[in-house]
């Protein structure tokens, strides 16, 4: 079974041509996530904490749609446009998550992002039981 899963605009506006998350089985993947306001559809520009969590928190209203929580993840990837905000990811990240819940992570270094954030995450979510 394939889903594609795509939240109203008005929630969450869609970044591009292709859906906020895909369910194959047990598992969903999402999209990366960029710092996207949800009311306009604009990228929240600036301070790298603000953009951090913003990421996280449409990260969580995807996930919320599909019906699953960031306790369920299992794989994330985090894409900066610059290696010295890591610290500041690394800071915000993990309080998104209860104790004991953290996923296997991958960070990788950019160039550049869709959107000129600074930062975007992706995630493997496992819904089985």
């Not at 594609?4 to 998350?21: E, K």
């Not at 790298?48 to 306790?71: F, P, S």
Request: aromatic share 8%.
């Amino acid at each position: 079974m394939i889903e594609y899963i795509t939240l109203p605009n008005n929630a969450l506006p869609p970044a591009g041509p292709f859906p906020h998350a895909v369910r194959a089985g047990d598992f969903l993947f999402v999209t990366g996530q960029l710092s996207e306001d949800p009311e306009s559809g604009e990228i929240v520009a600036g301070l790298i904490d603000q953009q951090v969590r913003r990421v996280m928190d449409n990260l969580k209203l995807v996930l919320e749609h599909a019906g699953a929580t960031l306790n369920q993840v299992v794989m994330a990837r985090i894409f900066i446009t610059d290696l010295r905000y890591i610290e500041t990811v690394n800071e915000i990240y993990p309080t998104y998550f209860e104790a004991g819940h953290l996923p296997s992570r991958t960070t990788i270094g950019v160039v550049g992002l869709a959107g000129l954030g600074d930062v975007e995450i992706d995630l493997i979510v496992y819904c089985g039981s």
